[in-house]
């Protein structure tokens, strides 16, 4: 069975038998069941569940801080008299290539403030970004695949 499916059913069970279904209440039964599971992984067929877990924890943490930045960086645009902003269309090059992949990463790239995903070329290898705040090309381009994307694959693959 999946872990993770096995790992939300635990977590069902908690809240069926404390009768109390709250997401604080879910949460809490999916922590101690993850770490019941993860006491018991040599009992189970190897998985890398337990390292995907700690992927998206990482990938969620980036993100958040991501955005509060972006959002920063947006309310001084605004409130500033004078505004300091630089836009652009950038060409990242894809080492993504799936539709889930490529979805995920233009959603993360246009909930940040700041940057819009525009399109992707038809071969799949080349993604277009409009962001309002562009110093260097390169440092941006970097900064999306060793940020984003990097992250994105590393949690779907």
Not at 96 to 105: G, Q
Request: proline residues 4%; charged residues 15%.
């Amino acid at each position: 069975m999946n872990l993770f499916l096995l790992n939300t059913l635990l977590a069902l069970a908690w809240i069926a038998l404390t009768g109390t279904f709250t997401p604080v209440h879910f949460l809490f039964g999916f922590a101690v069941s993850f770490g019941l599971l993860w006491l018991t992984q040599r009992l189970m067929k190897p998985s890398n569940y337990f390292a995907k877990v700690s992927q998206v924890l990482g990938f969620v943490l980036f993100f958040v801080v991501e955005l509060i930045l972006a959002n920063l960086r947006v309310a001084l645009v605004v409130l500033s008299p004078r505004p300091a902003i630089r836009p652009a269309v950038v060409a990242i090059p894809l080492d993504v290539r799936s539709d889930a992949e490529i979805a995920l990463l233009a959603n993360l790239i246009t909930l940040t403030p700041g940057t819009l995903y525009l399109d992707v070329s038809k071969d799949r290898c080349t993604m277009y970004v409009h962001t309002i705040f562009v110093d260097d090309l390169d440092q941006f381009r970097r900064h999306i695949k060793q940020g984003f994307e990097r992250r994105v694959m590393e949690i779907l693959r």
